[in-house]
């Protein structure tokens, strides 16, 4: 069965980091593209921050260029999603997904519908 489980959510305040990681069993990570996503209060689903299969390539969404770091780890079969300088509109479930198709990184963040598998997500909220 393919499974993807996002973790390492919690509280933080503005300012501070967290990691958090996404598990995949069933099936290699290293085959596929992965896009770590969020979904704020009211807000539809956005890509954050993505990786291809091919090359390695990342995109990033603007809001989080230079803050935020997608990294794979293909022995443990885990990418995580690695948050710096924490701001209050970072808050939300973010959610791992994998689409079983080619696409590029950008095209993996910026069309969340072509996601094949989904966690179930892990909440963060970012305040003081």
């Known amino acids: 069965q393919l499974q993807l489980v996002e973790s390492g959510g919690g509280l933080v305040q503005p300012g501070g980091s967290l990691r958090l990681s996404c598990a995949a069993s069933?099936?290699?990570?290293?085959?596929?593209?992965v896009g770590w996503f969020r979904q704020a209060p009211g807000k539809e689903r956005e890509g954050v921050s993505c990786?291809?299969?091919?090359?390695?390539?990342?995109y990033y969404a603007d809001s989080v260029k230079g803050r935020f770091t997608i990294s794979r780890d293909n022995a443990k079969n885990m990418v995580y999603l690695h948050m710096n300088s924490l701001k209050p509109e970072d808050t939300g479930v973010y959610y791992c997904g994998v689409p079983t198709s080619r696409v590029t990184a950008k095209g993996v963040c910026i069309v969340p519908a072509g996601m094949d598998y989904w966690g179930k997500g892990t909440l963060v909220t970012v305040s003081s």
């Open positions: 990786t291809s299969s091919s090359d390695g390539s990342t």
């Open positions: 069933g099936f290699s990570l290293d085959y596929y593209p």
